[in-house]
């Protein structure tokens, strides 16, 4: 079992920043990929970034290449996803989860474990 709870989402102005955390507990943190997803109003859930247990792989979906940044602590049991230069259609609620078994990273159905979200709006 793994218990997500993730914070730092809120109003934002069109580029403007945010840092969302994600804290997790239960298994061993170090031994699950992490993601950030979003889901807009009347949209499906979409990947947003991955990083894989050892920190040494990282995939973002294309629209956010360049201005979001993803990491994790394994000391602190947590991820984050630094964004910049936010963007009105980056408005959705976020988010993470955790993988506890291989597979490709931007897959929705390879996480078994999710938190609650976080809402992120930024206006224009």
């Known amino acids: 079992q793994v218990q997500l709870v993730e914070s730092g989402g809120g109003l934002v102005q069109a580029g403007g920043s945010l840092r969302l955390s994600c804290a997790a507990s239960?298994?061993?943190?170090?031994?699950?990929?992490m993601g950030w997803f979003r889901q807009a109003p009347g949209k499906e859930r979409e990947f947003v970034a991955a990083?894989?247990?050892?920190?040494?792989?990282?995939s973002y979906t294309d629209s956010v290449k360049g201005r979001f940044t993803i990491s994790r602590d394994n000391a602190k049991n947590t991820a984050y996803l630094q964004m910049n230069s936010l963007k009105p259609e980056d408005t959705a609620v976020y988010y993470c989860?955790?993988?506890?078994?291989?597979?490709?990273?931007?897959?929705?159905?390879?996480?078994?474990?999710w938190g609650p979200g976080t809402q992120v709006t930024v206006s224009s």
């Open positions: 990083v894989s247990r050892n920190a040494v792989i990282t």
């Open positions: 239960g298994r061993t943190f170090s031994s699950v990929n």
């Open positions: 989860a955790a993988a506890t078994r291989g597979g490709r990273m931007s897959v929705v159905s390879e996480y078994n474990y």
